[in-house]
Nanobody, 122 residues
Framework: QVQLVESGGGLVQSGGSLRLSCAAS????????MGWYRQAPGKQRELVAA???????NYADSVKGRFTISRDNARNTVSLQMNSLKLEDTAVYYC????????????????WGQGTQVTVSS
């Protein structure tokens, strides 16, 4: 019904920058929150940044001032600009969206992308 496709991961040196993008497609009626999560080896998945779609954003304390989330509601896309990357930012990053679909408008479904690897080297 809804697909999230991420792009932009890769290998970068410490202090460098990367930009992740995610595009949602399918039978979308409305997208509520869109955001990014990450999961490092041996750790739980954690919220990195989220955009509620009405002007509010949330960031993990560890990325405040370094990462910026941006969203294009018309195109159903969300991006994550990551600057001043650190070794501890290494993880698989997942796009997430809460979506009301055309076929089930009363329910907010939780959708995930396939994940994109971000590796920060020293």
């Amino acid at each position: 019904q809804v697909q999230l496709v991420e792009s932009g991961g890769g290998l970068v040196q410490s202090g460098g920058s990367l930009r992740l993008s995610c595009a949602a497609s399918g039978s979308i009626l409305r997208i509520n929150t869109m955001g990014w999560y990450r999961q490092a080896p041996g750790k739980q998945r954690e919220l990195v940044a989220a955009d509620t779609g009405d002007g509010r954003t949330n960031y993990a304390d560890s990325v405040k001032g370094r990462f910026t989330i941006s969203r294009d509601n018309a195109r159903n896309t969300v991006s994550l600009q990551m600057n001043s990357l650190k070794l501890e930012d290494t993880a698989v990053y997942y796009c997430n969206a809460g979506v009301r679909t055309v076929t089930n408008p009363l329910r907010i479904g939780d959708y995930w992308g396939q994940g994109t690897q971000v590796t920060v080297s020293s």
